[in-house]
T-cell receptor
């Protein structure tokens, strides 16, 4: 089992550019979560999917953020346009009931 | 919605001593309480969890206790070792459907040799 796979591991981009983060959940897991981690705000849930359907996107900070899950093995989180305050580590996690979350290694995003 | 408070934010203990981290939650419907350990630059990893139908769970040097009436739960680490140094997060969720976890702010635990 390769675990939850995120790419890229690091992303440095200029303000105003589009950023796309990718996640491959563990095979057989039917829930997928996107979290953002910063020193100031800790681990914040942005959006989660159950069986590829978005269930709760109330944590998405603004319309610049969007997420998709076109199939059970792939999800993307897109920021367009990016801003310096979006700099953070973005984690994807997946789970299969009744077990706990497994996190990916994260994407460290720096917007300059 | 659920709100999880975690204390202390930093904790320093001597190697071999015990460490206790406490969390409170707001939603009485929450019934699943995991703890995650995050080493520097790494992903959060599940170390232990407890469901509301039990009051305590142990796994070697780690134990978690839950008081549903008071809506608080605690992590206990005994005989601490340098490799226990990390940031620890508590979380709470309603165990149904996708189980959305709400995390505490984290505790940075340092074990002094």
């Amino acid at each position: 089992d390769a675990g939850v796979i995120q790419s890229p591991r690091h992303e440095v981009t200029e303000m105003g550019q589009e950023v796309t983060l990718r996640c491959k959940p563990i095979s057989g897991h039917n829930s997928l979560f996107w979290y953002r981690q910063t020193m100031m705000r800790g681990l914040e849930l942005l959006i989660y999917f159950n069986n590829n359907v978005p269930i709760d996107d109330s944590g998405m900070p603004e319309d610049r953020f969007s997420a998709k899950m076109p199939n059970a093995s792939f999800s993307t989180l897109k920021i367009q346009p990016s801003e310096p305050r979006d700099s953070a580590v973005y984690f994807c996690a997946s789970r299969r009931d009744p077990y706990g979350y497994t996190f990916g290694s994260g994407t460290r995003l720096t917007v300059v | 919605g659920e709100n999880v408070e975690q204390h202390p934010s930093t904790l320093s203990v001597q190697e071999g001593d015990s460490a206790v981290i406490k969390c409170t939650y707001s939603d009485s419907a929450s019934n699943y309480f995991p703890w995650y350990k995050q080493e520097l630059g790494k992903r959060p990893q599940l170390i232990i969890d407890i469901r509301s139908n039990v009051g305590e769970k142990k796994d070697q040097r780690i134990a978690v206790t839950l008081n549903k009436t008071a809506k608080h739960f605690s992590l206990h680490i005994t005989e601490t070792q340098p490799e226990d140094s990390a940031v620890y997060f508590c979380a709470a969720a309603i165990h149904q459907g996708a189980q959305k976890l709400v995390f505490g702010q984290g505790t940075r635990l340092t074990i002094n040799p």
